[in-house]
């Protein structure tokens, strides 16, 4: 099959293959299969590069989780407990590996979903240690907001802001059911 039969995804993972087999004739043999690991970060398109040269890459065991490469060093650990033979991790190898398959494949609309060159998605935010639930009038519609902060002072802050803004209004206090027995009274 010619290289033009491909589809743009075929030619992605194709010039990956080759990239990969070059890397493999010269890199140290002690790397101990960090090319295929790497090669899995590049095809699930894990490596971001950033405009400043940098490359965010993500780990192969965690999803939440990228590492940052600047020039040859990384932050994983492989890297900083020098387990990785001549500082060749998985990840500095999956950056070479994609700034190389990127050099080689035409740069046509068609190709942007394959070429990688895509934010990272955001990290998980962290939970709030304060946090307020309110019930509104907002624009004539009832809707729940969740209000969150460091601290207590700083949610009540939110709220009073919050509820002087002329689109919200609070809702009125429900008033209690009154029970059979007090129906007649």
């Given at each position: 099959m010619t290289t033009s039969t491909l589809s743009?995804?075929?030619?992605?993972?194709?010039?990956?293959?080759?990239?990969?087999?070059?890397?493999?004739?010269?890199?140290?043999?002690?790397?101990?299969?960090?090319?295929?690991?790497?090669v899995k970060l590049v095809l699930s398109q894990d490596v971001?590069?950033?405009?400043?040269?940098?490359?965010?890459?993500?780990?192969?065991?965690?999803?939440?989780?990228?590492?940052?490469?600047?020039?040859?060093?990384?932050?994983?650990q492989d890297f900083q407990h020098g387990k990785a033979p001549e500082g060749w991790c998985q990840h500095r190898i999956a950056a070479g590996i994609q700034k190389r398959v990127q050099e080689l494949l035409p740069q046509t609309p068609q190709d942007q979903d394959y070429n990688c060159n895509f934010e990272p998605p955001p990290a998980p935010?962290?939970?709030a240690p304060c946090s307020l639930n309110v019930k509104v009038s907002l624009q004539g519609h009832e809707v729940m907001v969740t209000l969150?902060?460091?601290?207590?002072?700083?949610?009540?802050?939110?709220?009073?802001?919050?509820?002087?803004?002329?689109?919200?209004?609070?809702?009125?206090?429900?008033?209690?059911?009154?029970?059979?027995?007090q129906k007649g009274r």
């Open positions: 743009p995804r075929q030619t992605f993972r194709e010039t990956v293959a080759l990239v990969a087999a070059r890397a493999k004739e010269k890199l140290p043999q002690a790397v101990n299969g960090r090319v295929e690991s790497a971001y590069p950033q405009a400043d040269g940098s490359n965010l890459v993500g780990s192969s065991s965690d999803p939440m989780k990228t590492y940052l490469l600047v020039g040859t060093t990384c932050e994983c935010l962290p939970e969150r902060g460091q601290t207590e002072e700083a949610v009540l802050e939110r709220l009073s802001r919050l509820l002087q803004r002329s689109d919200v209004r609070p809702l009125p206090k429900p008033q209690p059911r009154q029970k059979a027995w």
